[in-house]
């Protein structure tokens, strides 16, 4: 064989070693991400959204419940709507224990995070607790193992156990909206001071944002400064 034909031979075989499957549908990519350009294509980036609770909206004033009913937290960063290929994603790491998508549903969260104009590195970052029930049932926690990628990535202290779930609630993607505050209202608890600390409280999703509102006021109670809301999608 001639060695300009093996040479051929070689940079194909590369090639095809190099070659990649997209984690969500199956097809091969040939770059260095984990996602093809068809699935990225269905994310869908949130824009303008109102200033402290980042439901997606036309502008980026406060939203008629925030001025109504104002949160605890002073602000949402909230990456991308909670549909197509990032719905996929999420659902793959929460209820299939999928490593892989975990890592790189945190990994794709930081590298937007860190280019958002609200970004700002706190103090703390706090994942949203789930009952030890849940934890034994689920077997993990998907958003504190998120935040120990974000964490590490943004070389930021994390405390998985600062606030904890004491009580035992149902999901709130069963309830209705009107129950769902009365559902997480004092499940969450905190035995230790946050005296003049920057929190981020970080989790995957984001639907009525009644549990981070509900640990937004134990982290303030507890002396937080100011508390700040990550998360992946907003629903």
């Not at 093809?36 to 997606?56: L, V």
């Amino acid at each position: 064989m001639k060695l300009r034909e093996l040479n051929k031979r070689l940079i194909s075989w590369q090639k095809w070693l190099l070659l990649r499957s997209c984690i969500l549908c199956g097809s091969a990519i040939e770059s260095n991400t984990e996602i093809c350009p068809a699935c990225e294509k269905t994310f869908k980036p949130i824009d303008a959204a109102c200033s402290i609770c980042g439901s997606p909206a036309k502008n980026s004033k406060e939203c008629g419940r925030c001025q109504k009913d104002p949160p605890m937290f002073s602000q949402t960063i909230a990456i991308f709507e909670y549909s197509g290929a990032i719905k996929t994603l999420i659902h793959r790491m929460k209820y299939h224990q999928d490593n892989f998508a975990l890592h790189t549903a945190a990994n794709l969260f930081v590298h937007k995070l860190q280019q958002h104009k609200c970004f700002a590195i706190p103090n703390l970052i706090i994942p949203v607790p789930i009952h030890t029930t849940r934890l034994v049932h689920r077997g993990f926690n998907q958003s504190a193992e998120i935040t120990k990628v974000v964490a590490n990535e943004l070389q930021c202290p994390q405390t998985p156990h600062m606030i904890t779930k004491t009580k035992h609630t149902s999901s709130q993607q069963s309830l209705p909206l009107g129950k769902r505050k009365s559902n997480v209202r004092g499940a969450f608890s905190t035995t230790m001071r946050l005296d003049g600390q920057s929190i981020a409280i970080l989790d995957d999703v984001m639907t009525s944002g009644e549990t981070l509102r509900e640990l937004s006021r134990v982290a303030i109670k507890a002396g937080a400064r100011k508390v700040v809301c990550w998360v992946i999608a907003r629903a």
